[in-house]
């Protein structure tokens, strides 16, 4: 979470005020961004800049696997990930684990209001193909989505070959976060894992990232999608305003900076492994 920025939105019209069990939610029209939401405070989506976030979380982890058929979404309370999943024709089934109550209107979609980490616990082993975490910054009872348990339980709900796709923060601001959030996922995922990110200029430094993982199984190339959108049935009948095959290769082209620090956490998990070994 960023403690040092500020940004300032001009509010044309207040078009929904309200408090949920959980949160208070606003909704206003501003002057450049469009619609914007805000959740206790904080700006969490732009109606000018959303569909970059939106489409990356969603279609880097199901265009990296073939065909992927189950899939869950942590959060998500705008709909946006939905939105973007449903392009996948091969998606039968959508599970969205939110904690705040929304509406939601596809017959693919199964909305489970719950705790995210109980629901994982209770998910049987190997259900899914691909799960989403489109979480809040990691504070207050969000904090433990960044943490080991809660990746070990999401590692044992993906079958095997499974992907995940973590929102993980800004790489100018939360480096240490991201080195953190890379060890333990090495840890725990037995397969792939890598970092992507995406331009989303009202976010704090005008960026976002995300985490990609896949558990051990058939291997997953993050960098070289198979499932490319642009041959998928449908899938373009509304015109995508940001992903497409050569953004999601870009996307995992990292700044010299964050090369170096990423390659410090694969650099120390190769010699505790050989220490290891060595006993």
């Not at 939105?83 to 939601?104: F, L, N, T």
């Amino acid at each position: 979470m960023s403690v040092c920025e500020a940004r300032s939105l001009k509010v044309e019209n207040i078009l929904y005020r309200g408090k949920s069990e959980f949160q208070e939610i606003l909704v206003f029209e501003s002057s450049i961004y469009g619609k914007v939401l805000v959740l206790d405070g904080l700006v969490q989506l732009r109606e000018k800049d959303e569909s970059a976030y939106q489409e990356m979380i969603a279609h880097l982890p199901l265009c990296s696997i073939p065909s992927p058929k189950t899939v869950l979404v942590v959060g998500g309370v705008d709909g946006g990930v939905l939105r973007e999943v449903s392009r996948h024709p091969s998606v039968e089934h959508i599970d969205i684990c939110e904690i705040d109550k929304m509406v939601i209107d596809d017959p693919r979609v199964h909305l489970h209001i719950a705790d995210a980490t109980e629901f994982l616990r209770l998910a049987p082993e190997g259900k899914y193909d691909a799960v989403i975490v489109d979480s809040s910054d990691p504070v207050g009872p969000a904090q433990e989505l960044v943490e080991k348990p809660f990746f070990e339980t999401i590692a044992r709900a993906l079958r095997p070959g499974g992907v995940l796709c973590n929102m993980a923060e800004s790489m100018w601001l939360h480096t240490h976060l991201i080195q953190d959030l890379i060890s333990v996922c090495h840890q725990t995922f037995k397969g792939s894992v890598e970092y992507a990110w995406a331009s989303v200029p009202t976010y704090p430094s005008g960026v976002i990232g995300f985490l990609l993982c896949s558990t051990a199984g058939p291997p997953v190339d993050f960098k070289n999608p198979v499932n490319s959108i642009e041959k998928l049935e449908g899938a373009l009948l509304r015109e995508l305003k940001f992903y497409n095959s050569e953004m999601h290769s870009a996307a995992l082209v990292l700044p010299s900076f964050l090369r170096r620090e990423v390659s410090e956490v694969n650099l120390q998990r190769r010699q505790d492994k050989s220490a290891r070994s060595s006993y």
